[in-house]
């Protein structure tokens, strides 16, 4: 009898080393995202933590970034150039609802501030953009209550619908002259006002002079630079 219960004890242990030895082969690397996109992951070594991304890979051989995840909560995130040797001109619902970040640095590589990139970052302070960033899609700064300014540098070109709405505390936003389209379901609930820098004359300007002669509603300043 004693030597039954011997046998069970040990049967039962090594199913327990069996299972604790899968969950730590288990890696994020096979997962994938909401529109059935395989990813990959990269780590990235910090002073005090490592970061993980989740990326999928574009048609003209670069990246986009859509999820991250932290060992340790951070309060400025530097965005890559490259994961893998492949280059990061992309990021996309990347830091949707989340609260902790206050900083994020995009690299010169990123041409593109995809679908709720930053849709209800409540903390997010500063955005340091370096490079020619052209496109904001939809919802990319909605609800980022604690932004004050946002500088974007010669190149954009287009300002999707809600890119830039619902940013309670933004009251000065600098825009180049390069912009050619801009959705008019824009700019409300910002700062009272909003102050939007233009270079005087520029295309730019004219876009935004029509929304305002199209929506009496909105709150924001011309400032003619």
């Known amino acids: 009898m004693k030597k039954g219960k011997i046998v069970l004890g040990l049967c039962g242990f090594c199913l327990l080393l069996s299972s604790c030895g899968s969950s730590q082969n288990a890696t994020v690397g096979n997962n994938t995202d909401?529109?059935?996109h395989s990813v990959s992951t990269t780590?990235?070594?910090?002073?005090t933590s490592d970061i993980q991304y989740l990326k999928k890979d574009l048609e003209n051989g670069t990246v986009s970034i859509?999820?991250?995840?932290?060992?340790?909560p951070q309060d400025t995130i530097a965005i890559p150039e490259e994961i893998n040797g492949k280059t990061v001109s992309q990021i996309e619902?990347?830091?949707?609802g989340n609260e902790e970040v206050k900083t994020v640095i995009l690299p010169k590589t990123v041409r593109a501030i995809g679908n709720s990139a930053f849709n209800f970052a409540t903390t997010l302070e500063k955005v340091e953009i370096s490079g020619p960033v052209e496109i904001l899609e939809n919802s990319s700064f909605y609800g980022c209550?604690?932004?004050q300014e946002l500088n974007f540098p010669d190149?954009?070109?287009?300002?999707g619908d809600h890119a830039i709405t619902a940013c309670s505390s933004l009251t000065d936003l600098y825009l180049p002259g390069t912009v050619e389209?801009?959705?008019?379901?824009?700019f409300a609930l910002c700062g009272e006002p909003l102050k939007?820098?233009?270079p005087a004359g520029s295309e730019t300007e004219a876009r935004l002079q029509e929304i305002m002669k199209s929506n009496d509603d909105l709150n924001i300043q011309i400032v003619e630079e």
């Not at 859509?66 to 340790?72: D, N």
């Not at 619902?93 to 949707?96: G, N």
């Open 34 to 36: 909401p529109n059935n």
């Open 43 to 47: 780590s990235m070594s910090r002073e």
């Open 66 to 72: 859509w999820y991250f995840e932290t060992s340790t």
């Open 93 to 96: 619902r990347l830091f949707e």
């Open 145 to 147: 209550d604690s932004l």
């Open 155 to 159: 190149g954009l070109k287009k300002i």
């Open 181 to 186: 389209e801009i959705d008019e379901d824009n």
């Open 196 to 198: 939007i820098h233009v």
